[in-house]
């Protein structure tokens, strides 16, 4: 089992920035890939950024140039996932959650954190 708990939301002007932070605990040995999902009421969750155990990255177009996804490892075990958010957009408004995915195939889920963009 993984756990996965997020912080860094909240109210932020457009055009500014903001850090998500999301720190796994339990199995992260298991974890193979960390990334942000963003959902708005009424559409699905999407991808926001993904980064591999590797070190590969992987960024949904909306974000590219704006967001960037790091993270710290821990013994070779991926143990926290950064999301910078720069020059932010009211469209960039949502629950972000974070994710991880093991090599058993599970997926595990943060419980979201709010990010909300002001005009």
């Known amino acids: 089992q993984v756990q996965l708990a997020e912080s860094g939301g909240g109210l932020v002007q457009a055009g500014g920035s903001r850090r998500l932070s999301c720190a796994a605990s339990g199995n992260i040995f298991s974890i193979t890939v960390m990334g942000w999902f963003r959902q708005v009421p009424g559409k699905q969750r999407e991808l926001v950024a993904a980064?591999?155990?590797?070190?590969?990255?992987?960024?949904?177009d909306s974000v590219k140039g704006r967001f960037t996804i790091s993270s710290i490892s821990r013994d070779n075990a991926k143990d926290t996932v950064y999301l910078q958010m720069n020059s932010l957009k009211p469209e960039d408004t949502a629950l972000y959650y974070c994710?991880?995915?093991?090599?058993?195939?599970?997926?595990?889920w943060g419980q979201g954190t709010q990010v909300t963009v002001s005009a």
């Open positions: 994710n991880a995915q093991s090599m058993y195939g599970n997926a595990y």
């Open positions: 980064i591999s155990r590797g070190g590969s990255t992987n960024y949904a």
